[in-house]
């Protein structure tokens, strides 16, 4: 035969051998200790029956802590207690969590790109002037987006380029004409 009883804590049927009357069990669902009682005495209360048991939501407040331990937090400073951190700049939204980075505009890192070709193909006119012309006016289009550092650096690079292409152009065309 064996002992039924209810968890102090939660309640839940719990369900062992004879022989380990007087001794404590741990309910499964919740880690409470529990004295099993004899075979034919009574079950004690599953809890303490307070004021606000027939409420709804009310539960079972938790045991105490065991004797040494401490039952406040070694530290409660902000975020621990739930009060904002004063050192995290909030936004309109709350404060910023770990999400994914906004994206950046692809125009933008284009004009980059372009620009830094560009700058590399100076020396050729007829591939320097069109790549830069197409950078910049990337790079133009891309500087009202969030990616507005990425678009500023490809502009300069670019009208860099752009200028040296066509100086080098100039140079060449007038050197042809001279013979």
Same mark, same amino acid.
């Given at each position: 035969?064996? @002992?039924?009883?209810?968890c102090r804590? $939660?309640?839940?049927?719990?369900?062992?051998?004879?022989?380990?009357?007087?001794?404590?069990?741990?309910?499964?669902?919740?880690?409470a200790?529990?004295? *099993?009682?004899?075979?034919?005495?009574?079950?004690?209360?599953?809890?303490?029956?307070?004021?606000?048991?027939?409420?709804?939501?009310w539960?079972?407040?938790?045991?105490?802590p065991?004797?040494?331990v401490?039952?406040?937090p070694?530290?409660?400073?902000p975020?621990? !207690? =739930?009060?904002?951190?004063?050192?995290?700049t909030?936004?309109q939204?709350g404060?910023? =969590?770990y999400?994914?980075r906004?994206? !950046?505009?692809g125009?933008?890192?284009?004009s980059?790109?372009? =620009? @830094? @070709?560009?700058?590399?193909?100076? $020396?050729?006119?007829?591939?320097?002037v069109p790549?830069?012309?197409?950078?910049?006016?990337?790079?133009v289009?891309?500087?009202?987006?969030?990616s507005?550092?990425?678009?500023?650096?490809? @502009?300069v690079?670019n !009208?860099i =380029?752009?200028v040296? !292409?066509?100086?080098?152009?100039? *140079?060449?065309?007038?050197?042809?004409?001279?013979?």
């Amino acid at each position: 035969m064996s @002992i039924e009883f209810r968890c102090r804590n $939660c309640n839940r049927l719990l369900r062992t051998e004879d022989g380990t009357a007087g001794q404590t069990a741990r309910c499964p669902d919740c880690d409470a200790l529990t004295v *099993i009682p004899a075979p034919g005495e009574p079950p004690p209360p599953a809890h303490e029956a307070g004021p606000n048991a027939a409420e709804p939501g009310w539960q079972i407040p938790p045991p105490p802590p065991p004797k040494g331990v401490r039952a406040e937090p070694f530290y409660s400073g902000p975020g621990m !207690s =739930g009060e904002a951190n004063p050192y995290q700049t909030p936004t309109q939204y709350g404060t910023p =969590g770990y999400g994914l980075r906004p994206r !950046s505009d692809g125009r933008a890192t284009a004009s980059l790109v372009l =620009g @830094i @070709i560009g700058l590399l193909l100076w $020396c050729c006119p007829l591939a320097g002037v069109p790549l830069c012309a197409v950078g910049l006016a990337l790079g133009v289009i891309a500087a009202k987006s969030e990616s507005r550092s990425v678009a500023v650096a490809g @502009i300069v690079l670019n !009208s860099i =380029g752009l200028v040296l !292409s066509l100086i080098n152009g100039l *140079i060449g065309a007038l050197m042809a004409v001279a013979g």
